[in-house]
């Protein structure tokens, strides 16, 4: 499985973004999928994550903000970002897997980063 991460940019607070995942391979709508960030400094963190049955993970620290989504005719998952902070800024990561545990922070497959910069 190849993952190509895309939708990152530069947004003000209180904006939003939109990051895709898109991945190659017939059997990705079976993969777990997650999303980590890391920010300068700061370990690498699993923020969302959804099965392949479509069971979602939200971490503390973006739930009711961030939403994670997948659409398997595209081989594409989404991680809509609203009420962004300047504390979300990061380097975002996708990941891909095919154990199905939801929490589960061990991924297989790893897409290049996305940076996400949150202005104040």
């Known amino acids: 499985v190849q993952l190509q991460a895309s939708g990152g940019g530069l947004v003000q607070a209180g904006g939003s973004l939109r990051l895709s995942c898109a991945a190659s391979?017939?059997?990705?709508?079976?993969?777990?999928v997650g999303w980590f960030r890391q920010a300068p400094g700061k370990e690498r963190e699993l923020i969302a994550a959804?099965?392949?049955?479509?069971?979602?993970y939200h971490a503390g620290s973006v739930e009711g903000r961030f939403t994670i989504s997948r659409d398997n005719a595209k081989n594409t998952v989404y991680l809509q970002m609203n009420s962004l902070k300047p504390e979300d800024t990061a380097v975002y990561y996708c990941?891909?897997?095919?154990?199905?545990?939801?929490?589960?922070?061990?991924?297989?497959?790893w897409g290049q980063g996305t940076q996400v910069t949150v202005s104040s």
């Open positions: 990941a891909a897997d095919s154990r199905q545990y939801i929490k589960l922070a061990q991924y297989d497959y």
């Open positions: 391979g017939r059997t990705f709508s079976s993969y777990r």
């Open positions: 959804i099965s392949g049955a479509g069971a979602t």
